[in-house]
């Protein structure tokens, strides 16, 4: 098993404040290897995953395995994660589909990382269960939906962000399992449906456009590639970018995230646009505090932190993820770059009238 260590981005993060922020993450893991979102909250499994992939570019391998076996302990019969933990208190009993394809992703990242092939491949089963879980609430059209209430009752409805990243874990279950030698066959022809929802019929999802993720997630996933990824990334710009603050949560207001701004630098790298990543990475230093951890979020012109003083492991750890793509410091820290890994065929809802010549979806959505 091989270690990395990330190195920091010039003039934005130094190597001292990156192991201030590794051991901020640490002290916020419990004895379990559950991961809140800050001192005496909560966990949800899909930030839980950001974390561990933050710890793993860190070098915090060991911390990075207790989060993974955390979630191997925890998972449900039917394959499902509910949203919301403390301890072992449930605290939100929703399953929601994306939360629950994100170990795929997390897992595959671990496997870059270290090449621990024998870690991966004991927690397989777990991955394999949840994949299915996820597959099984895929609809007509590609889509899939976003949850199943408190009471058990699938949601009616899709969403973009939720489905755009489950098309990424997806994408990272496949190339997971051929690393791992296992027959993942009848995923290829469900990820191909999904992405196409994703590039080809905004209107499948419900209506979030207000939300950055909504804007950038269809580009990040790997979904819209090529011209069709930076037009949406230009369209949207103006709207969901505060120039010289970073990436509002929801167009409406002027509330700049650092969590939304790192994923918006992560997908800059992506398509190739690094020297725009790297000035839209600089603004995450607004959010960033002496013990190394980050503001969820400030809110303009006020100047405040919103919500009140509250900072969040998933925040950091995106900033960390993000400085990793823009260093290349980790083997994982392509794994959102277009091409990095393997695209499925495009598989069109029966009766569609879009024709794709080759591979991938490319038409933007808006």
Partial sequence: MTTTALRGVPEVLSD????????????????????VWYPGGHCDPW????????????????AARAAYRWLGATQLANGAWFNYYRDASVLNARLDTN???????GLYHYLLVTGDVDFAANLWPTVRRAIDFVLAWQ???????????????????????????IYHSLRCALALGERLGEDVSD???????LGH?????????????EFAMDW???????????????????????????????VRCVSTSDWVTAAETAECVLTLDAVGLTSRALDLFSLTRRH???????????????????????????????????????????????????????????????GCVISVASGRATTPSR
């Fill in 16 to 35: 001292g404040e990156i192991a201030a922020t590794s051991a901020h993450l640490i002290s916020l893991q419990r004895p379990s290897g559950q991961i």
């Fill in 47 to 62: 930030n839980h995953v950001e974390v561990a992939m933050a710890l793993t570019v860190i070098g915090e391998t060991e």
């Fill in 99 to 105: 939360v629950c394809a994100y170990l795929a992703t």
């Fill in 139 to 165: 609809l007509p059209d590609g889509t899939v939906r976003w949850s199943l209430d408190l009471a058990g009752r699938p949601e009616h409805y899709a969403l973009l962000t939720g489905s755009s990243s």
């Fill in 187 to 193: 995923w290829i022809v469900p990820t191909g449906r």
């Fill in 197 to 209: 929802a994703v590039a080809h019929h905004p209107g499948a999802f419900a209506p979030k456009n």
């Fill in 216 to 246: 950038y997630y269809p580009v990040f996933c790997g979904a819209l590639v090529g011209e069709a990824a930076e037009s949406r990334l230009a369209h949207g710009w103006e709207r969901h970018v505060m120039e010289g603050y970073g």
């Fill in 288 to 350: 960033r505090r002496d013990d190394g951890a980050y503001w969820t979020g400030y809110a303009y012109p006020q100047h405040v932190t919103f919500p009140d003083h509250e900072v969040t492991s998933y925040t950091a750890a995106a900033v960390v993820l993000a400085a990793d793509a823009l260093t290349s410091s980790s083997p994982a820290a392509g794994l959102f770059r277009h091409g990095t890994l393997p695209a499925p065929p495009d598989v069109p809802e029966t």
